[in-house]
């Protein structure tokens, strides 16, 4: 068990040699940003991406994430030979000795907030959301408006997405998770890799758009889609703890060994559908961080490569969300 930090590459305004300055922190975790989504991760890439890290004395540990095209969500025509890149994709980690993948199934958006500087009393500012204000955003134009999202979908795109969406009820996704996870899961098993899915961000539907990721039951009903230890969890505190019929702590226990990977964050809940992101210290949000990172290091580990840290897959609190 160990901390990480995330990472966005070259361009990121925090440098990998202030990264290795915070103590503890001995991992990366970061990803391709700019490979289109669906096309397999070139191995000269990722290597490239391996070796300035580990030049700055740190080890990418993992990769948040190799995204989930739409086609395979929705269940197209296209989804194999996408499933298939994505396998590829799997085996080159694997290859180059990176053994969690963090990633997610959230329709179209991905983590959503309403306001990325709320003011908070010390001065500070926080990233916040307010179901009552993202109702009010205006999604006609496309997704260039929506804080902090770079205009991914233009107007005609994303009527496109939410039109296809309207036949993917909850059920159905779960139908389509399932078959991306048993063709994904033997190559991940096979590359030594874990794969990680993050919870939904926030744990409930936006823009009509169904989120299956969201309890505790979610994630239990995840791993019996296909029961291999590779299949596991990215243990968001942040987006589980956002609705507040999560007991953290419980949750740790009940998933056990299949959390590869924990996003240790707190929150504060302050309305109906509404939050903000705190200080980790549990006074200062509604998520008992220390209960959590208890239960975390009582955890056992899912194998003897976690347990002598030959991997990073009982990877421990990152400051990533």
């Known amino acids: 068990m160990y901390m990480t930090f995330r990472w966005f590459g070259p ?25 289109p989504v669906g096309d397999p991760w070139p191995r ?16 990418l540990a993992v990769v948040e994430s190799i995204p989930v095209h739409e086609d395979i969500k929705l269940g197209r025509p296209t989804r ?13 980690m694997g290859e180059l000795g990176v053994r969690v993948l963090c990633y997610n199934f959230m329709p179209v958006f991905d983590w959503m907030r309403t306001d990325l500087a709320l003011p908070l009393p010390d001065g500070s500012t926080a990233l916040a959301y307010d179901d009552a204000a993202l109702a009010r955003m205006d999604i006609a134009r496309g997704t260039g408006d929506l804080p902090g ?29 399932a078959y991306f996870l048993e063709r994904v899961v033997p190559a ?7 794969m990680a899915i993050h919870p939904d961000d926030p744990p409930w539907p936006i823009f009509g ?3 299956i990721i969201c309890r505790g039951r979610d ?31 419980a949750m740790v226990r009940r998933l056990g060994p299949r ?46 490569h976690c347990a002598t840290r030959a991997s990073p897959a009982r990877c421990a609190p990152t400051t990533g969300g």
């Open 44 to 59: 000269g890439r990722l290597a490239q991406l391996q070796n300035d890290i580990a030049d700055a004395g740190l080890k």
């Open 149 to 177: 999202w770079a205009a991914t979908y233009d107007a005609t795109e994303l009527r496109g997405l939410l039109e296809a969406y309207r036949k993917v009820h909850a059920e159905r996704l779960w139908d389509h998770l």
């Open 11 to 35: 361009t990121d305004p925090i440098p990998l040699a202030h990264i290795r300055q915070i103590p503890g922190v001995e991992g990366v975790v970061s990803a391709l940003y700019d490979v």
């Open 80 to 92: 194999d030979r996408l499933i298939a890149n994505y396998c590829e994709s799997v085996r080159t």
């Open 259 to 304: 959390i590869h990977f924990a996003h240790c964050r707190n929150v504060r809940i302050t309305g109906e559908r509404q939050f903000h992101e705190t200080p980790h210290p549990s006074a200062l949000g509604d998520v008992n961080l220390a209960a959590v990172l208890r239960a975390l290091r009582d955890t056992p580990p899912c194998c003897e």
């Open 209 to 211: 758009l169904p989120r």
């Open 219 to 249: 994630l239990e009903r995840l791993l019996q889609l296909v029961d291999r230890p590779a299949n596991g969890v990215t243990f968001c505190t942040g987006s589980l703890g956002a609705l507040p019929e999560n007991d953290l702590p």
């Open 188 to 194: 991940a098993e096979q590359a030594g890799v874990r």
